[in-house]
Every structure is written in structure tokens, then in C-alpha cells.
């Protein structure tokens, strides 16, 4: 069974100072890893996934196939990133994903 | 823009009375998907369509069942409400022959309560 683990329900940082998101999960095969995002009053959007290797607004997440894990990261957190995080997988080739349970960013002023 | 729709944004039900929540979408994808979360949990995939072809969640309790008349509209029947379906519930879609792996798309969701 897949299974994705996101062990901060809450995280809070002030503005400038490095914010890292923690995601681990637990697949047999290949994953594909994802971040959505879900901004206050905004529906839930793809921030970034792992194929991809890109920053998007500043945020990167490694794959980490040792660690069974895929954090997020952005060296400077911005008061527009207070958000909510989850971290989602998928197997290879599917179209289903399994949700972490979700990660609330604060970044205090 | 395209986009994936929700109706209503608010539900409230009472128990046991059949409800329908609708979803649209205008992005002309494949796959829908029904999710329900609950405060403070991960969304839950309930079951989704890839074109016609219905597949439910092996944990999807009877009680929700599903239609999907065209490529635009699928709805989200709850039979029988009781207190524990009071939730948020999302419709998503995704175009399974774009771009791997596939990203799924929204909408702001239905919340459900249930008197």
C-alpha cells in the first residue's frame, strides 16, 4: 500500500528565514512525487513535482529514494507563501494520487 | 479559462435525505476524480471516471455512487447521508495522455453538512 507522511501539521517561520516542508513516503515501485498547494480561499494547485527538477516561486524538492522522502524547501520564505502544503504520489504511469494529510505554512511578518 | 466547476459551494442536507453534488469542467480531460476531506485530514480519492469506465475505491462505503453522463459533467450521489459524510468534497481532473506524470486539476470544492 502507498502511503504518504507529512509529520508537521503546522510550521511556523518568520519572514526570510529558510522553510523546509517534510514529506516521506512509502511505495514499493517507482513513485512519482507531487506538491500541491492550497492558498486561503483558492482551490488546491500543483506546485511542483519531482520529474520536473524546477523551482516554482522559490520552492525546490529533491527526490530522495534512500530516504523514502521528497522536502520541500525554499531558502527565503515570503508572507505570500503562508499557505497550505500537501504532498501527494503517485505510482508510475497512474493517474491516482495519495494525499499526505497536509502541512499548514505560517511565515509571520 | 478553463476550468473545473463546483455546485453549490454549500450543502447542507438532513440525515438520510439523498443529496447530489455536481462537478463541470471545460478543460475536456479524460479522468474525473471525487475526493473527500475531512477537517484536518488528507483528501480522499471516493472513485473516479477515466472516460466512461467507473472505478471505485475498494473502501468506498455503498452509500456514494457516481455518473457521469458526458465528458463535462459528473456527479457525486450520497443515498443516505449520515453525520459522518459531513465533509469537504473535491472534484479534480486530470489528461492522463498529456504530460507524465499526470497533474490534476481542482475545483474549490462542496462543503457538506449534514443535520
Known amino acids: 500500500a502507498q502511503r504518504v507522511t507529512q509529520p508537521e501539521k503546522l510550521l511556523s517561520v518568520f519572514k526570510g528565514a529558510p522553510v523546509e516542508l517534510k514529506c516521506n513516503y512509502s511505495y514499493s515501485g517507482s513513485p512519482e512525487l507531487f506538491w500541491y498547494v492550497q492558498y486561503s480561499r483558492q482551490r488546491l494547485q500543483l506546485l511542483l513535482r519531482?520529474?520536473s527538477r524546477e523551482s516554482i516561486k522559490g520552492f525546490t524538492a529533491d527526490l530522495n529514494k534512500g530516504e523514502t522522502s521528497f522536502h520541500l524547501k525554499k531558502p527565503f520564505a515570503q508572507e505570500e507563501d503562508s499557505a497550505m502544503y500537501y504532498c501527494?504520489?503517485?505510482?508510475?504511469?497512474?493517474?491516482?494520487?495519495?494525499f499526505g494529510k497536509g502541512t499548514k505554512l505560517s511565515v509571520i511578518p | 479559462d478553463a476550468m473545473v466547476i463546483q455546485n453549490p459551494r454549500y450543502q447542507v442536507t438532513q440525515f438520510g435525505k439523498p443529496v447530489t453534488l455536481s462537478c463541470s469542467q471545460t478543460l475536456n480531460h479524460n479522468v474525473m476524480y471525487w475526493y473527500q476531506q475531512k477537517s484536518s485530514q488528507a483528501p480522499k480519492l471516493l472513485f473516479h471516471?477515466?472516460?466512461?469506465?467507473?472505478?471505485n475505491e475498494a473502501d468506498t462505503p455503498d452509500n456514494f455512487q457516481s455518473r457521469r453522463p458526458n465528458t463535462s459533467f459528473c456527479f457525486l450521489d450520497i443515498r443516505s447521508p449520515g453525520l459522518g459524510d459531513a465533509a469537504m468534497y473535491l472534484c479534480?481532473?486530470?489528461?492522463?495522455?498529456?504530460?507524465?506524470?499526470?497533474?490534476?486539476?481542482f475545483g474549490p470544492g462542496t462543503r457538506l453538512t449534514v443535520t
Open positions: 479534480a481532473t486530470s489528461r492522463p495522455s498529456g504530460e507524465t506524470p499526470y497533474e490534476q486539476y
Open positions: 471516471y477515466y472516460d466512461k469506465d467507473f472505478n
Open positions: 519531482h520529474i
Open positions: 501527494a504520489l503517485s505510482g508510475a504511469g497512474s493517474y491516482q494520487l495519495t
